[in-house]
């Protein structure tokens, strides 16, 4: 029985070696290895092969660097298996694992760390201070899929509502981390985003460019750029790329290649050190706002919610909620955010959502516009289906009443918010304060925006949601004027939303507080839905129509919107 065992070993260990040895016997080409331009061709040549070269030496076998401009050139090489391992960025790796499953190989360790960042970066004589200053300027992008010269500036912009083409002045694409530092040197456009390594590097060989610029921001850390294998490599090759690759530092050449490219080592990492990378994607693309009629799932929900709050701060609030009914739900919910509250009423009556979180004025409007119906209301924290518009001033303003704010600054939210707009322009005109009794009035696209320009000076007064200000009050806010109470927002089905997802909607939505994951689920929410959903109907919202529809025709003040419902 031994010598059987014994000999059934012997020929599977004669067959893995004569595998090994046919592989670099009968190997015609050579292995090819990618290289993206992460500096520049110049240096990638210089560095890169080495290491190409150095791969050769220890498989004994031909090998090839294969340089692209592109970050699309190198992806669709993988995805041909054109190439048999690559030197990637890191979001194409997240980007291409998920469509084409390109295998993580090893990534670099430098300074202890297999992490790195983003940095937004001017000229050092520059007058801006940080990222919000760059609003209007000249901005250099490295790659349209560059993490951290791409992804994180428009993360930045998506979290404040915005797109690249909204808030720069021009951007371009430079194709090369070094080449948008130089850019920013030579004052040919006011920002960059740039890699850490690069720039750090590029520093530490005293590159008058870097010494001409000035870091203004720095991201949350990202996984190193990764070494990566197209899927269905072979085995062998592979693991034994990995292995080269893991043991340089321990060997003389490999250490000093290393040393040139201020590299420790490269050692195995995890998928999840790119978490962050597909978490900041997951958001762009939800800010985006793809056009969902031509991509329809027949068991996809699309879910919209206006935009009370920044792109961000509605993503953490929401995205739980969407989670917990997907996975309750042989439905996905697909959380879709838009850039105005008319973007997000269009989007429903024209069935691109199936369901959405309205205001009461938008609510009526889509009503009335396309014949949306609301089937579900919240309900708060303490049991009710109402909650406030407030008038709010800072703690130490002289401000008392509403009749105070004769020739003052005043902020309001979005001209289609309810608490926000509508009811804070009734209880105005109410103490005889009308839009021209005002010194300036502003309204902002978010409610938080409201309060953090009254906390800044800039505005004297501001109207909001009775739960924001409850938020903020500790930082310095005082309340001057309560409204009476207004119904909480709806749920509403669009006039292309099917029955069958109507009633699902309303099934899921409507069980919520009955579990203990569901509550937790709705704590996460705006304070007028912690306490779950309750059925809601078109009268319920009769009281806020009447406000609107009794708007004096002569008024002439711009007072309230202009809309009939």
């Known amino acids: 029985m031994r ?20 592989y670099s016997q009968n190997i015609q080409k050579p292995i090819k290895i990618g290289v993206a331009s992460m500096i520049t061709p110049l240096d990638s040549v210089k560095y890169y092969q080495d290491i190409v070269d150095y791969v050769s030496r220890k498989m004994g076998v031909p090998a090839e660097m ?37 295998e993580l190989l090893v990534a670099p360790q430098v300074d202890g760390s297999v992490f790195y960042n983003s940095y937004i970066i001017v000229h050092k004589d520059s007058d801006i201070k940080n990222f919000s200053e760059l609003e209007g300027r000249t901005f250099a992008f490295t790659d349209p899929k560059s993490n951290t010269g791409k992804l994180y500036p428009e993360y930045l912009l998506a979290k404040k509502g915005l797109s690249p083409e909204e808030y720069f002045k021009k951007y371009i694409y ?55 294998v197209p899927s269905g490599q072979a085995t062998y090759l592979k693991e034994k790329l990995r292995e080269i690759l893991r043991e340089m530092h321990h060997d003389i050449e490999g250490r000093k290649i290393l040393n040139a490219m201020q590299i420790e080592k490269f050692i195995n990492v995890p998928d999840s050190n790119y978490d962050s990378i597909r978490e900041m994607e997951s958001f762009c ?42 996975e309750n739900s042989p439905y996905i919910y697909e959380l879709v955010l838009k850039k105005t509250y008319e973007d997000t009423v ?47 001033t800072g703690k130490e303003s002289q401000i008392k009443s509403l009749s105070d704010l004769k020739g003052k600054a005043f902020a309001f939210a979005s001209t289609k918010s309810t608490s926000g707009n509508l009811i804070p322009r009734y209880l105005l005109a109410d103490a005889g304060i009308h839009l021209r009794d005002l010194g300036e009035y502003k309204n ?28 903020y009050l500790p930082l310095g806010l005082r309340v001057i004027a309560l409204s009476d109470k207004i119904p909480t ?37 705006d304070p007028g839905f912690r306490g779950g959903f309750v059925n809601a109907k078109d009268s319920d919202y009769e ?11 002569t008024c002439g003040l711009g007072c309230h919107p202009k809309i009939k419902l």
């Open 489 to 525: 927002s709806p749920i509403v089905i669009g006039p292309k939303t099917s029955f069958v997802i109507a009633e699902k909607v309303k099934s899921d939505l409507s069980k919520l507080s009955e579990t203990e994951k569901g509550r937790v689920v709705l704590k996460k929410l």
């Open 346 to 392: 269009n989007a429903l009556g024209e069935g691109k959502i199936d369901v959405a979180l309205l205001g009461p004025l938008t609510y009526l409007e889509a009503h009335a516009g396309f014949g949306a119906v609301s089937i579900l209301k919240g309900i708060t924290e303490d049991g009710e289906a109402f909650e406030n518009s407030v008038i709010i």
């Open 285 to 326: 693309s939800l800010f985006r706002g793809a056009d969902k009629a031509e991509e329809r799932s027949d068991n996809t929900i699309y879910f919209g919610v206006i935009p009370r709050d920044n792109p961000r701060i509605a993503y953490e609030k929401y995205q739980p909620l969407m989670d917990h009914l997907s």
């Open 174 to 228: 430079s194709y090369s981390h070094n080449k948008s530092i130089e850019l920013v040197a030579k004052k040919v456009v006011e920002g960059a985003a740039v890699e850490s390594p690069v720039y750090e590097f590029l520093k530490n060989q005293g590159s008058p460019y870097v010494m001409e610029t000035r870091v203004i921001k720095q991201s949350h850390d990202f996984g190193m750029p990764p070494v990566v």
């Open 543 to 553: 009281g806020i129509r009447k406000l609107i529809n009794d708007v004096p025709k």
């Open 444 to 471: 902002f696209d978010y409610h938080d925006s409201v309060v953090k320009w009254i906390l800044r000076g800039k505005y004297d007064a501001g109207a909001v949601r009775k739960d924001v200000v409850e938020k």
């Open 66 to 102: 294969v340089h692209r401009r592109t970050y699309d050139e190198m992806d669709m090489m993988l995805k041909n298996s054109e190439v048999d391992a690559a030197f990637i960025c890191s979001a194409p790796y997240v980007k291409d694992k998920r469509e084409f499953g390109v």
């Open 3 to 22: 010598r059987t065992i014994f000999g059934i070993f012997f020929f599977l260990l004669i067959i893995i070696i004569s595998s090994s040895l046919l």
